[in-house]
């Protein structure tokens, strides 16, 4: 389960992995190659499922 209060989030807060990454890809298509790399990258190079990045971008925690 993920934490995760940010923009496209439940109510509660409460995501599984699977519902996490959906917003995070429906809400922040390219974010994570500005954010974390600094630089633009193309939509193919960026590892959709990489929730390392999604929780480190967003701020979300994963719960026990």
Known sequence: ???Y????????????????????HTEFPEMIAWKLKGVPLPPE????NDLARW??????TKMP
């Open 1 to 3: 389960m993920i934490y």
């Open 5 to 24: 209060t940010g923009i496209g989030s439940k109510i509660d807060g409460i995501h599984t992995q699977k519902e996490f990454l959906k917003i995070m």
């Open 45 to 48: 190079k960026i590892k959709k």
């Open 55 to 60: 929780l480190q971008f967003s701020g979300a």
